[in-house]
């Protein structure tokens, strides 16, 4: 076993009665990794959680956090992690620092290092003007804060989000991405969520699982080249629509082409080149050429919600 | 310990940080009235040689108090937990599943005793209006505390199993009653068969819970009584405790 890694899934394998919630995934997270589970509802993610923080024993397969097995050592790997399930339970009948003191000293901290530690965690998520408020009358937004707070009051090596945004507004999502990145340095994080931008945005390498099955696992860069073959150019040129798709037709390059006018003497041209091919240099030269007048050209990056659809779509028609 | 001891304080905060708690012990404060009004009334009538404790007893509400309230009492210990999913945050975290039922039974145990202790200023009051000092001895009065405790700690523990099997409190309370009742009417039972010399009377004898409170109210401490409700309390924790983990083998 090697050091640097934080997580290591080899075959695991999780049944309920009947149905099958993870089918036999293997995957790796190294320490200090930000790392995204990715995928449609139902997919599997929170199981893989839930396998992951010892609340559920996997059918089969193993599982090793910080080396230590989530079933035969499951006391030591609780003590290195920090779990904030799917919809974020708290106890609504205590306040906010009440309760991050029960869980302190139910994690084990010693009395003095729970008041350090809580005092620090309250000001590290903007929870202490809060503190004497009962939960149950708190925000939404406020509510998750105190659940990211008990996930890190510890101090855990290893903290395990599960869809840590879901029905915050934008600002607190907004926030709470950014207090996951500032984890980053310290901490190795495993969030799960069905949002794309959130996992482009926060994580370091994604993990894309769909029907219990792990589809692709790379970082957001690798996983956009490898699906941008086809990527579109948009040109927006000053000229007649005839005479545009002619010169279009005559580029080898193009693969596919779609000429719409726009408003004034404008058209929108779409146009998909082979693959590998950037057509931009050309576009230009052409309207330069010609003495037409270009007022937009851009390369439509294909952003992770397309290859999140194609790769599960994929998996869809297939089956 | 530093874990069973945070949790147990949690568990006994929140019956007092909610209605729920002062509920409970404001109806089991009304059915204690009830049965000293009709004791005061009795001892108007006819002098007796029965201790206070006694007489109470053998008005019946102490198994009304009992039944009705261990359900509520032991109702959300559990199930609450599962319902709203801090059972899940509860179970991550590092405490062992014992550790969690013993906590959740200690907080049970202690809230019933303490919804007992009305019952001391009654006897006390009692006490202090009648001429008799006999009436009221701290030995009896000790073992009929011993009574209702070791009676209690059966009817929490089965709470407690009964709360670890569902989501729903209403559920729970409601199979903690039925198993409850059920305890009460064997008892009735073998209080009707004692008198019987067939073996299945003999049997059915054993779970005579009047006569042993009866004998707990009268001073009497009997050993069989003792070792029967700490044994089927500790048969009940060790249900529990299965259910608990029940979920690492599904």
Known sequence: ?319 | MQAYLTLTRRELGSYFVSLTGYIIITAALFLLGFSFVDLLKQLQREPTPMPVTEMFYMTWFFWLILLVTTPVITMRLFALEKFTGTFETLMTAPVTDLQVVLAKFTAGMIFYLVMWMPLLGCVLLVRHFTSDPGAVDAGVLASTFLGIGLLGSLFISLGCFASAMTRSQVTAAVISLVFGSSLFLLAYMADQAQHQADWQSQVLACFNFFESMHDFARGVIDTRSVVLMCSLSLFFLFLTLRVVESRRWK
């Open chain 1, 1 to 319: 076993m090697s050091d640097g890694l934080m997580i290591e899934v080899a075959n695991l394998t999780k049944r309920y009665a009947g149905r099958t919630a993870v089918s036999n995934i293997s995957f790796t997270v190294a320490r200090g990794e930000i790392v995204g589970l990715l995928g449609p509802n139902g997919a599997g993610k929170s199981t893989t959680m839930r396998i992951l923080s010892c609340f559920l024993p996997a059918t089969s397969g193993t599982a090793r956090v910080a080396g230590f097995d989530i079933f035969h050592e499951s006391d030591e790997v609780r003590r290195r992690i920090g779990y904030m399930p799917e919809n974020n339970p708290l106890h609504p009948d205590m306040r906010v620092r009440e309760y991050l003191k029960f869980r302190a000293r139910l994690k084990g901290l010693s009395r003095v290092r729970t008041r350090e530690r809580v005092d620090r965690v309250m000001e590290q998520f903007e929870l202490t003007e809060v503190q004497k408020r009962i939960i149950g009358q708190l925000s939404k937004g406020f509510r998750q804060r105190v659940g990211l707070a008990d996930s890190l009051v510890h101090e855990p090596e290893l903290i395990i989000l599960d869809e840590p945004t879901i029905g915050l507004d934008p600002n607190q999502i907004r926030s709470v991405r950014k207090l996951i990145k500032s984890l980053a340095q310290t901490h190795t994080v495993l969030i799960s969520t069905h949002i794309l931008p959130e996992a482009e945005m926060t994580c370091n390498r994604m993990v894309i699982m769909y029907e219990g099955s792990i589809l692709a696992a790379d970082t957001p860069d690798n996983l956009q080249r490898l699906m941008s073959g086809n990527s579109q150019i948009i040109a927006e040129i000053a000229a007649p629509a005839a005479e545009l798709e002619r010169c279009w037709a005559e580029l080898p390059e193009v693969e596919h082409f779609d000429v719409a006018p726009v408003q004034g003497d404008y058209c929108r041209c779409a146009l998909t080149p082979l693959d590998g091919v950037d057509l931009r240099p050309q576009i230009f030269a052409i309207a330069r050429e010609r003495g037409w007048s270009m007022r937009e050209l851009t390369r439509s990056r294909h952003s992770l919600e397309d290859i999140y659809v194609q790769v599960t779509r994929r998996e869809e028609e297939e089956t």
